[in-house]
């Protein structure tokens, strides 16, 4: 048994701890606003925070995370109160298909917590997650809305 701290509640599992996060979250804690997209830490759509840090959740084994907190979207609002960026989200028609956004939300957020004030610049070198949609430049315009604040 291994016991895990995601979104502020611990949880026990069984998962190999070689498992990747990823799996453990979704499969193991049902906690699905995470998504897979390559498996390879390409495409980002897996991201979360590991102690305030985004990471690509497909190759973070499970024994790697120890004692470590762990975030995922569904741990971003409280209760039905968005976050900012979550709000500047949807207030800038960022959500095209949908299926990238939890990870370059996770990805923003992270670059916000170190950036408050990010340039184009440090946006671009940051959000590295793959839309297929292409709204990278809503993404930069919700990223500048949230840090207006």
């Known amino acids: ?6 979104n502020g509640k611990i949880y026990n599992t069984n998962a190999d701890p070689r498992t990747p996060l990823l799996w453990v979250l979704r499969d193991d804690l049902g906690l699905t606003g995470t998504k897979y997209g390559c498996g390879v830490a390409q495409c980002g759509s897996c991201t979360v925070h590991i102690d305030g840090v985004a990471n690509r959740s497909c190759q973070v ?5 120890g004692r470590r907190k762990v975030t995922t979207v569904e741990g ?8 900012k960026l ?19 939300i996770m990805a923003a957020a992270a670059l916000l917590k170190t950036t ?6 440090e946006i671009d070198a940051v959000m590295t997650n793959i839309c297929r949609c292409g ?12 840090a207006k604040g």
Do not use: F
């Open 116 to 121: 408050p004030k990010p340039t184009d610049e």
């Open 86 to 104: 979550q709000q500047a989200w949807l207030d800038n028609d960022v959500p095209q298909c949908g299926y990238c956004q939890s990870g370059m």
């Open 76 to 83: 971003l609002a409280q209760g039905d109160t968005l976050t």
């Open 1 to 6: 048994m291994v016991a895990i701290t995601v």
């Open 135 to 146: 709204t990278y430049q809503q993404v930069r315009a919700a990223i500048h809305d949230a």
């Open 61 to 65: 084994p499970l024994n790697s995370v």
